[in-house]
């Protein structure tokens, strides 16, 4: 029997099938390019770490007195030491890479991985490179490299490589006295890797070790760095995860209205069975199984085409989907056939939920009087099912509120299911509260009669056809808002913290830079109107956190929302303190509010900082703090600056200026100079930004095309059960216009009634997403804007599909077929 | 009267202008319905015939009073007249008061009352009725039929009845037999 009906409804089976195999799809890509992703990172750690047992981390990256090596290597319990220097480098080409200063024979006792093979171990031009690295750079053994860090360049020979280096990793080995000289960090290391003796405590080590810190390092482990990385981009993935399993839900729900529709046409049959002796349980079972059966061919093809997605976005976007995290490798795909069997049972899941309904009311109908009346069951006294709904309207609600599990909104996305399923189960009661007062509105042709006559007399029907197409508007909707919004905010926020029309910033400095005498001469360069000064300084505030970063700024203390751009009150300074400014980000992950103070280490010393305000980032999602030039200056000293922001006097030819500037430059840095013009920052941020959502709405716009092409399904099969009724209105005199008309009118009216649902849905989950998702995932904030090119588009689409889908299939109701339908034979 | 498959159901479809002859003319209050269009040939159907089914088709998301008043409002008559007059026929027909009831609260012969309000609402002129009582238990069957004679004759229409039933035959005022070679009276 079910391979009988699924002869005779090819398109549904197909449609519900289809729709479970995206969601698990989409899963399932999702994860194996998570699960890719974190293996290279974890390799590419692994390798960069070598394999100490501990490593003692400078907190910025101008790293710490040297002295402190040989102090560690002193305490008890420590076996071996290595000293390491640890530096972001890049070449002219602008490739980037991964410099380690190493002492070849301390290293070979600690992270044997990373020491060099090849030739000439001991010269000081010497450098080793992994494959990648290699690859990068097109060098090969015996070539020279030149490599700028820290405002520094230098050249090397290439003397071999690194077979201990993760293939996906871009690492140069050098010396480290030589590192130290030529990169002008003499008497500064960023890294010492320790190696425990056999049998030592850990624990008590580790205290020795701690009490022997300065304040400007601290103690990192294994587990902690890969955690670190693994923050990076696990709040972006995990949305993305969400997503897919929210697409999983629609697949669900699609089952759902497929085979209520089926069910209830076959009314007849089963209750004939049930006389000839089919039990109730073993009903339930039939109907259970053909949605399983979909379920399981869903899931199948899911599984398949995740991994062909997963590939594919791995090739096209890396490991973080286009967000922006990870750079340079490409990560190779690990399958995991143990994930792929949890995801094809989480389809099945889905699909059994969805028929186990309709199994349940199919098996309550009594048979004598489902084999008297062939119709579709429909009781218009029957009540809308209310009280569910609203239970899960407010489940939903008070999820909403409920905070972050582990730095991530998992209660918040519960929230928008349980108002998602919430919104659809009130579809039949919405349907009645609408059409009733419109019913009396719509005048009296008799089409438009029967047309309300129809939807209001059976609105379950009604929300049976839309609940699917309803849940993928209401995302759509939903992420359509949160976009606008964000986008619009991070568009006004890069507005506030562009003003100038030139931009200069030297790579990856943290020493060396602009001199005061250089920033003189910057800013007396023709075609300069002002210029400022900027510095940005990598901060390591807590170990089991990302770096965040303090930036240097000149601010005014009478008007610091002209240097920042201020989302909270100002606190006043306190006498005698120092002012400090925290980003959105900064104040949520470290739980900051004005009048609050943190300590940061600056010049060697830890020093407490009062905070004053917050400011909006969307930059650095860990965190920023600005702190103003004159307070810099006085506690560290240092006046050398990396950033450049100009703005140009009135006429001034942007080229022209930009040459002059060069020319006063200092001859060092000078080639490292590039400047953008404000405009194109802009332009660039907000095309990284569509890039990262890019991947999202292409998923959206699935989903919904799978939406529209179900309510088509239903739709025809609706009134393929409807033919006796066409049948009857035909023979008592309906005009074959007037039913055309009367079945227009009930897709269009299905269609307004679902568009509205799922926009109003859409508006409410966009506000989780705005308030509650991104807040919780990200750390920052943003101000609502309303899409309306989008949504009313959505509006128009939802009712003219649904529309001319209910004109298409009626054409088949007015044939001779519905005429001989009135006669007693099926 | 006639054998299952000679063609009674058809000839019902040719009288009500559901279908078109290949060849001969039917004549109904002297219009040619060959020389109609579909369009033509629904309205008269709509405005001088009535329809009794087996299978009652009564629409389950109209009232008793919708369902009954359906001829008059296909034809855009105003829908307080057709359903006061829907009312009078429901009285008529013994279901007084229940205009307001859905058809799922409804048993088969109360249903096939509905019908018989249905196809009398609009002052037809001819009635067509296919196996009016099949679907019926014998008592509800007797109830009907005599409702179904007498609200015929009150209304001075016409029937034209398609039944294997002898005891629905004989309320008619001539028996027809559909053979082969055409309709002779019954008994011959």
């Known amino acids: 029997m079910v391979l009988g009906e699924w002869r005779a409804h090819p398109a549904r089976v197909i449609l519900a099938a289809a729709a479970i195999a995206i969601g698990v799809a989409l899963g399932f890509a999702v994860y194996l390019v998570n699960r890719s992703a974190l293996e290279t990172f974890a390799k590419a750690i692994d390798t960069v770490s070598g394999t100490a047992d501990l490593q003692v981390h400078s907190v910025t990256a101008a790293g710490f007195d040297e002295g402190l090596y040989p102090t560690l290597a002193q305490i008890p319990g420590v076996a071996a030491a290595s000293p390491v220097l640890e530096l972001n480098a890049h070449t002219a080409a602008g490739a980037s890479l991964t410099v380690l200063g190493l002492d070849v024979l301390r290293a070979a006792a600690v992270t044997p991985g990373l020491v060099g093979q090849g030739a000439h171990s001991f010269d000081g031009q010497a450098a080793y490179l992994s494959q990648a690295a290699m690859t990068a750079l097109g060098a090969k053994a015996g070539s020279p490299v030149t490599l700028t860090a820290v405002g520094h360049s230098a050249v090397f020979t290439v003397a071999g490589s690194l077979p201990g280096a993760g293939e996906d990793q871009a690492i140069v080995v050098i010396d480290i006295a030589d590192a130290q000289w030529r990169f002008g960090l003499l008497g500064r290391l960023q890294r010492v890797d320790l190696k425990f003796g056999a049998g030592t405590s850990t624990q008590a080590v580790q205290a020795a070790i701690t009490r022997a810190l300065p304040p400007d390092a601290q103690i990192v482990t294994q587990r902690q760095e890969s955690h670190r990385s693994d923050a990076l981009s696990r709040a972006y993935r995990v949305n993305l995860e969400m997503l897919a399993m929210v697409a999983l839900m629609t697949g669900g729900f699609l089952v759902y209205s497929g085979q209520s529709l089926s069910v209830a046409r076959r009314r007849p049959q089963f209750a004939l069975l049930r006389v000839l002796g089919l039990s109730q349980r073993h009903l339930i079972l039939q109907i259970v199984i053909e949605g399983a059966a979909g379920g399981l061919a869903g899931g199948l093809i899911g599984v398949a085409a995740g991994t062909g997605f997963a590939t594919l976005a791995l090739a096209l976007f890396g490991g973080d989907l286009g967000g922006g995290y990870f750079q340079g490798a490409r990560p190779h795909l690990a399958f995991a056939p143990g994930a792929g069997l949890v995801f094809l049972l989480l389809g099945l899941i889905a699909a059994l939920a969805g028929a186990l309904w309709p199994a349940l009311e199919a098996a309550r109908s009594r048979p004598a009087v489902a084999l008297k009346n062939a119709d579709l069951g429909i009781d218009p006294r029957r009540k809308p099912p209310l009280v569910a709904a609203l239970v899960l309207l407010m489940i939903g609600g008070a999820l909403a509120f409920a905070p972050p599990i582990g730095g991530l909104p998992l209660l918040g996305y519960g929230s928008m299911a349980a108002i998602l399923a919430g919104g659809i189960a009130l579809m039949p009661a919405l349907a009645r509260a609408i059409l009733g007062p419109a019913r009396r509105l719509a005048g009296d042709a008799p089409a438009t009669r029967l047309a309300f006559d129809r939807l209001y007399g059976a609105p379950g029907q009604a929300a049976v056809a839309l609940c699917g197409i309803v849940a993928s508007v209401s995302l759509m909707a939903a992420m359509g808002i949160m976009v606008a919004s964000f986008r619009g905010s991070v568009d006004d926020w890069l507005g506030q913290i562009l003003p100038a029309d030139l931009y200069m910033r030297l790579p990856d400095l943290e020493a060396g830079g602009f001199d005061p005498a250089a920033q003189d001469r910057l800013a007396h360069a023709p075609g300069v109107a002002t210029i400022e000064f900027r510095k940005v300084l990598t901060l390591r505030l807590a170990p089991d956190q990302p770096p965040a970063a303090l930036n240097v700024v000149p601010i005014d203390p009478t008007a610091p929302q002209r240097a920042v751009p201020l989302i909270s009150t100002v606190s006043p300074l306190p006498a005698g303190e120092t002012a400090v400014w925290a980003s959105e980000p900064m104040a949520r992950l470290y739980h900051l509010k004005p009048g609050h103070a943190v300590t940061v280490p600056l010049g060697g010393q830890p020093r407490r900082l009062y905070v004053r305000g917050i400011w909006r980032d969307y930059a650095r999602q860990f965190g920023a703090l600005a702190i103003g030039d004159t307070d810099y200056v006085r506690l560290t000293g240092d006046r050398f600056r990396s950033q450049v922001a100009v703005t140009l006097a009135p006429g001034a030819d942007p080229l022209r200026t930009v040459a002059a500037l060069r020319a006063v430059a200092p001859p060092g840095i000078v080639a490292d100079m590039t400047f953008t013009e404000s405009k194109s920052l802009r332009a660039m941020a907000l095309k990284i930004f569509d890039r990262s959502f890019a991947v999202t709405y292409a998923l959206e716009t699935i989903a919904i095309g799978i939406g529209l092409a179900s309510v088509a399904a239903t739709f025809s099969a609706q009134t393929l059960a409807r033919t006796r009724e066409f049948g009857m209105l035909r023979h008592v005199g309906a005009l074959k216009r007037q039913i055309v008309v009367m079945l227009a009118l009930e897709g269009a009216l299905l269609g307004a009634v679902g568009a509205l649902a799922g926009l109003s849905l859409g508006a409410v989950l966009g506000q989780i997403l705005i308030q509650v998702i991104n807040p919780q995932s990200f750390n920052w904030s943003m101000d609502t804007r309303w899409p309306m090119g989008l949504l009313l588009s959505l509006f128009v689409v939802l009712v003219a599909a649904s529309a001319g889908t209910a004109v298409l299939s009626g054409r088949s109701a007015l044939s001779s077929s519905t005429i001989r339908a009135v006669r007693e034979d099926w | ?188």
């Open chain 2, 1 to 188: 009267m006639g054998e299952s498959g000679v063609g009674k159901s058809t000839l019902l479809n040719l009288i009500a202008g559901l279908d078109v002859a290949d060849a001969g003319e039917i004549k109904i209050d002297g219009g040619d319905l060959s020389a109609m269009s579909d369009d033509q040939r629904t309205i008269l159907r709509r405005d001088r015939i009535g329809f009794v089914f087996q299978a009652f088709h009564i629409l389950p998301h109209l009232t008793l009073a919708q369902n009954a008043a359906l001829p008059v409002l296909l034809s855009g008559g105003g829908e307080a007249q057709g359903l006061s007059r829907a009312r009078a026929l429901l009285a008529a027909v013994g279901l007084e008061g229940r205009s307001g009831s859905y058809p799922s609260e409804l048993s088969g012969g109360e249903m096939q009352r509905v019908a018989i309000a249905r196809a009398l609402i609009h002052r037809p002129a001819l009635i067509l009725a296919d196996e009016p009582t099949g679907n019926l238990d014998p008592e509800s069957a007797e109830k009907v039929l005599t409702l179904f004679a007498q609200q015929t004759r009150d209304a001075r229409a016409a029937a034209v009845i398609v039944t294997h039933s002898d005891r629905v035959a004989a309320i008619a005022d001539r028996s027809l037999v559909l053979t082969a070679q055409g309709l002779i009276l019954r008994g011959q």
